[in-house]
């Protein structure tokens, strides 16, 4: 598939998602959830999202419940983009704590 369609997509599906749990962590505070980057497979099937959690002591927890939570997910992100995509793909939700290295090199060198 086009390389360019599936860059599309996948702004679309990160876009789509960041607002989903934008408004999701206005209920719960003290939680932030970014949706820092979706790769879909090249036949658009599934999608990895890669989400930064903060703060980070909540991560494992937040990223059981948004695994848990799905299939709720796919549905709501299928009601937003239902007229935009024929088939909603199979998400997989991967914590990215590129952050968390990156601060850690920092104090390292810091010292």
């Given at each position: ?25 206005q209920m719960s505070p003290g939680v ?13 099937s599934f999608c990895k999202v ?62």
């Amino acid at each position: 598939m086009n390389d360019r369609r599936i860059s599309k997509i996948a702004r679309l599906i990160q876009k789509s998602l960041g607002e989903l749990f934008r408004k999701q962590t206005q209920m719960s505070p003290g939680v932030l959830i970014s949706v820092t980057r979706v790769v879909p497979s090249p036949d658009l099937s599934f999608c990895k999202v890669y989400l930064s959690i903060f703060p980070s002591e909540k991560a494992g927890e937040v990223h059981e419940q948004i695994r848990r939570a799905t299939a709720q997910i796919r549905y709501a992100l299928g009601v937003d983009l239902g007229s935009q995509l024929r088939v909603i793909p199979e998400l997989v939700f991967i914590v990215d704590d590129t952050l968390d290295y990156l601060d850690n090199i920092d104090r390292l060198l810091a010292k």
